[in-house]
Nanobody, 115 residues
Framework: QVQLVESGGGLVQAGGSLILSCTAS????????MGWFRQAPGKVRELVAI???????NYGDSVKGRFTISRDNAKNTVYLRMNSLKPDDTAVYYC?????????WGQGTQVTVSS
């Protein structure tokens, strides 16, 4: 079992920045990947950003060039730096980890971008 705890969400004005953090309950070195997904009201959950154990990254098209994902294995933590935020970025952001054979999810953190 893996527990994921997110932090850093909140209310920000358009054009602003936020940093989300996700800390795992155990060593993330062996995780296949960790990352972030988001879900806005009435919409399906979508990929925001993923980082693999080898450090490769993948971003959703709508956040490329604005968001940056990184990981600190020593702290069992993944970060999502979000710049140039837009009202369309408003959603619940979920941390996720792919451990062999299972994908785990955090409880989610709300990000609200006001215009």
């Amino acid at each position: 079992q893996v527990q994921l705890v997110e932090s850093g969400g909140g209310l920000v004005q358009a054009g602003g920045s936020l940093i989300l953090s996700c800390t795992a309950s155990r060593n993330i070195f062996s995780f296949n990947d960790m990352g972030w997904f988001r879900q806005a009201p009435g919409k399906v959950r979508e990929l925001v950003a993923i980082i693999t154990s080898g450090g490769n990254t993948n971003y959703g098209d709508s956040v490329k060039g604005r968001f940056t994902i990184s990981r600190d294995n020593a702290k069992n933590t993944v970060y999502l730096r979000m710049n140039s935020l837009k009202p369309d970025d408003t959603a619940v952001y979920y941390c996720s980890a792919l451990v062999p054979l299972s994908r785990y999810w955090g409880q989610g953190t709300q990000v609200t971008v006001s215009s």
